[in-house]
């Protein structure tokens, strides 16, 4: 193992408990319907991306805000079992932890019922003061925006990549969008917050407007990117799709940890979309990201 798989992220956002059921369509009519497959297993944006960063061989931290139930047991022993660092998964008495109920049709499609305790209280002044020692990258999701924004100031001062998962919904006020220095959107989410379909469009006036690095993540699509001075599409891994939950929280997390590694942006995503195509091959949600040695070699092997 190389120096640069050693590399550090800190995770924040959301953390859940996903009861995942394999159906050969999914249900249209309020009726009784019966699944093929079934499995209880964590997500959340920022949870998934933690484990995919561990999976990869990099060292993180998580921090989420969870219940005093059993669910938040269940959360954190997974989390711990993957090698995820949960010194700031933190329980607040009173208040349930977060779960979905996830289906999952035939052509790897999903639908996602989540429930997310509004009594979690948002303020994030129990975050650490500074980023902590050995941190190259953090990244945010937009489900705990105060978290994000508060660890993304700690990034900033200590001039290391601050990457926001810029999925539904994205806030379009406050600071947390102008404290990012990378903004991956999911497509959903980025004509969400613009208004129209036009992600091109909506990317250059973003970057403009934050002058932050910016993408839009297309699944099988691609990844179309906007910098300073460059802009551009990288095509997807062509594979055949089992199952997409959690693909793109474990590219977000493979994209955070190699910018940790010190990879370009370009780089960066390659190596994330590899990361994804190498999920959706698999059922199972974020318990099928990839390993390092996994990874290099699909790399190797689609060169």
């Known amino acids: 193992m190389t120096d640069a798989v050693l590399s550090s ?14 159906v050969d369509t999914l249900p249209a009519t309020a009726q009784k319907h019966r699944a093929t497959g079934f499995d209880s297993v964590g997500g959340g944006p920022a949870a998934s991306a933690a484990v995919a960063v561990a999976r990869l061989g990099g060292r993180v931290e998580l921090a989420a805000r969870v219940g005093d139930d059993n669910v938040a047991a269940m959360i954190a022993e997974e989390l711990q079992a993957y090698g995820v660092g949960c010194h700031y998964l933190r329980r607040f008495s009173g208040c349930r932890s977060s ?11 999903r639908l996602i019922v989540n429930y997310l305790d509004p009594q979690l209280p948002a303020a994030a002044d129990w975050l650490p003061q500074r980023l ?9 999701d937009t489900r705990w925006a105060e978290g994000a924004a508060w660890m993304f100031g700690r990034a900033l001062e200590a001039g290391v990549p601050a990457v926001l998962d810029a999925d539904l919904p994205v806030p379009r006020h406050g600071e947390l969008l102008q404290l990012a220095s990378h903004l991956a959107f ?8 613009a208004g129209h379909d036009d992600y091109e469009a ?4 973003i970057a403009g407007a934050t002058g932050a690095w910016c993408c839009v ?5 691609g990844v179309f990117y906007v910098a300073a001075n ?10 055949d799709s089992v199952d997409t939950l959690g693909a793109g929280d474990i590219w977000h997390g493979a994209f955070a940890l190699a910018l940790g590694e010190g990879r ?13 195509a190498l999920k959706v091959q698999r059922f199972g949600g974020r318990g099928a990201a990839p390993t390092r040695a996994e990874l290099e070699q699909f790399i190797r092997n689609s060169g």
């Open 202 to 205: 909506a990317l250059h006036h």
């Open 186 to 193: 999911s497509a959903a989410g980025l004509a969400d917050y």
């Open 264 to 276: 370009s942006e370009l780089q960066a995503i390659s190596f994330a979309s590899a990361a994804a």
């Open 217 to 221: 993540t297309l699944g099988a699509g």
């Open 99 to 109: 779960v979905s109920s996830v289906m999952v049709d035939g052509r790897g499609e």
């Open 230 to 239: 460059d802009s551009g599409h990288i095509p997807a891994f062509a594979v």
């Open 9 to 22: 992220v800190f995770c924040v956002g959301h953390a859940v408990q996903d009861f995942v059921f394999a």
């Open 132 to 140: 902590p020692d050995g941190i190259r990258a953090v990244l945010g």
